[in-house]
């Protein structure tokens, strides 16, 4: 049965919570925007980064400051780049190898313009006037002055405007390691210009990922999680009416799930433009790497089922049952990935949505959950009784009906469809604008 098979996606929802997002003790610098520039993601006055600079003649004075948490051995770095993406971009590690913070080094490095790779320049030290860096009540905070102008092509000109990138990550055998996803890496939302004093948050827009995004939702958290049900348990419903010649349920269902096709197509051929291939998010954790190749099997999935309904066979043929259990299976299998899916895309740091939109996913299947076992029992009740079973499909009883005669139960399932139908689109609404306006 159908609730049998989305208990599958309630075993795996456990795998989100050690996504979550945690604020730091970083104070917001009083001085942001008035005597020095400024980038931070803080909320009220507590931030998880803070990025300030002081553009002298000749120098521009950087500090940069990170809750790190935990004081095991991990670098910080902020990144000078001409786009919002890593590559060809000229950055500055601050790099900390044990708690009391003696050991540490600022360096200057590069990423490579392919294969989104850093290593450090040939004189690393070249351009850097001063430095330091602490460790203080879990506070990570490097200091450095710069020269503007240097005379190398991976060490940029401080006198141009750039997206100003910051990532972090752990050290391993005096090694850099993947930059986090907790906290996500931030990319500013405009170019910087480092002889002015601005006051920057937030993190950079990326249109194509918050319409990806949006087209999944609308595909599957309502269209499909309608049309479904009405596939389902709504077949007997509306008798003796037509809808362009076909019966309304079934005109209901196919309506939503091409709506749900069209989306999930344009989603997938959206990304795909925006990453300009195949995406590897390299520094993410494994439950996050999942994220593209789920998104492929889904798309597959919701591919191959339109294409199944178009060869179905004729109703009573032994084929038309196999039909029936492989559309089934496939559907069911697309919309439960469909959810795992969503809820990792929510966590990678483009997406830029806050945690909490994790939960709201969560409580949207569950609550698919239970619309699917409180319709199931209904119908297994009535199949008990002798009576018409959308979900059993009747046959030899639906054959003597009269085409106008109302089935048992149709007051109580249109009830349930009404609300179904209002809190699916509320989840969906609420999901659209969270993910349009982070």
């Known amino acids: 049965m159908r609730f049998q098979s989305t208990c ?118 070249m351009g850097i006037i001063s430095s330091s860096s602490s460790i203080v009540d879990g506070v990570f905070t490097c200091s450095l002055s710069r020269n503007i102008s240097i005379n190398d092509p991976k060490v940029f000109n401080l006198n141009d405007d750039y997206y100003l990138l910051f990532a972090n990550g752990r050290m391993s055998g005096g090694l850099k390691m993947p930059h986090s996803k907790d906290p996500l890496p931030g990319v500013s939302p405009k170019k910087v210009d480092f002889q002015t004093k601005i006051d920057l948050s937030r993190n950079a827009k990326f249109p194509l990922v918050k319409a990806h995004g949006c087209l999944m939702v609308f595909a599957w958290v309502f ?40 989306c999930v197509v344009a989603a997938f051929i959206i990304i795909f433009i925006d990453v300009m291939g195949w995406s590897y998010l390299e520094g993410s954790t494994m439950f996050q790497r999942a994220h593209p190749i789920l998104g492929v099997i889904v798309t597959a999935l919701a591919v191959i089922n339109p294409i199944l309904a178009l060869l179905r066979p004729h109703r009573g043929t032994r084929i038309r049952e196999i039909f029936s259990w492989s559309h089934w299976f496939i559907g069911t299998v697309a919309h439960i990935l469909s959810v795992l899916t969503m809820i990792i895309g929510v966590l990678l740091s483009r997406a ?51 085409p106008w005669e109302i089935p048992n139960g149709s007051l109580f399932r249109r009830i349930l469809l009404g609300l179904h139908v209002i809190i699916i689109t509320a989840f969906t609404v609420v999901l659209i604008v969270i993910i349009v306006i982070h």
């Open 8 to 125: 599958l996606l309630l075993a795996f929802l456990e795998l989100c919570f050690a996504q979550m997002q945690y604020g730091g003790p970083v104070s917001r610098d009083i001085m942001c925007g008035i005597s020095k520039g400024c980038y931070h993601d803080c909320s009220g006055n507590s931030c998880t980064f803070l990025i300030t600079w002081t553009a002298f003649t000749e120098r521009v004075d950087f500090t940069i400051s990170y809750d790190i948490l935990e004081n095991y051995p991990q670098w910080i770095a902020l990144g000078l780049s001409r786009d919002v993406k890593m590559g060809s971009d000229s950055v500055i590690e601050c790099v900390i190898l044990d708690a009391s913070g003696t050991s540490s080094g600022v360096f200057l490095s590069y990423n490579a313009d392919t294969g989104k790779s850093n290593s450090r320049n040939d004189d690393p030290k």
């Open 352 to 402: 830029s949505t806050p945690i909490y939109a994790v939960w709201i996913l969560i409580a949207y299947a569950v609550y698919q959950f239970l619309i699917e076992i409180i319709l199931e029992i209904h119908e297994c009740t009535l199949f008990r009784r002798g009576k018409p079973s959308a979900y059993r499909n009747n046959l030899s009883t639906e054959k003597y009906r009269q």
């Open 223 to 262: 269209a499909a999680s309608i049309g479904i049900v009405m596939a389902r348990y709504y077949k007997l419903e509306w008798p003796g009416k037509t809808l362009c010649k076909e019966k309304v349920w079934f005109q209901l269902h196919r309506g939503l799930m091409v709506t749900a096709f069209a």
